[in-house]
């Protein structure tokens, strides 16, 4: 199992970042994908879900901002992030999404966005 994310960076208050997450060793057709982020000094949350069959579901600090979504063809997910805050600077991670995430072992290196104010 391998997960790669990209796309983090520095934007200002009010912009705009695509993040993307490359997983190999498992199919994103087949499983329930998610979004999660971890700020310094706080525990990693959830942001954002897909289900196999493309259904969505946000935390509420982020729905109508933030957008998931994935090809099944290339393997990927991606976190379309508009009008973004500085509570929203954060380590972004994609993993499989369960009931038990928060238990996994395995994090890919995540990707890192800061919102300037």
């Known amino acids: 199992v391998l997960l790669v994310e990209s796309g983090g960076g520095l934007v200002q208050s009010g912009g705009s970042l695509s993040l993307s997450c490359a997983a190999s060793?498992?199919?994103?057709?087949?499983?329930?994908m998610g979004w999660y982020r971890q700020a310094p000094g706080k525990q990693r949350e959830l942001v954002a879900s897909?289900?196999?069959?493309?259904?969505?579901d946000y935390v509420d600090s982020v729905n109508g901002r933030f957008t998931i979504s994935k090809d099944n063809t290339k393997n990927m997910v991606y976190l379309q992030m508009n009008s973004l805050k500085p509570e929203d600077t954060a380590v972004y991670y994609c993993?499989?999404?369960?009931?038990?995430?928060?238990?996994?072992?395995?994090w890919g290196q995540g990707t890192q966005v800061t919102v300037s104010s």
């Open positions: 060793g498992y199919s994103v057709s087949i499983n329930a």
């Open positions: 897909i289900t196999r069959d493309g259904l969505t």
């Open positions: 993993n499989i999404f369960t009931s038990t995430w928060a238990r996994y072992n395995y």
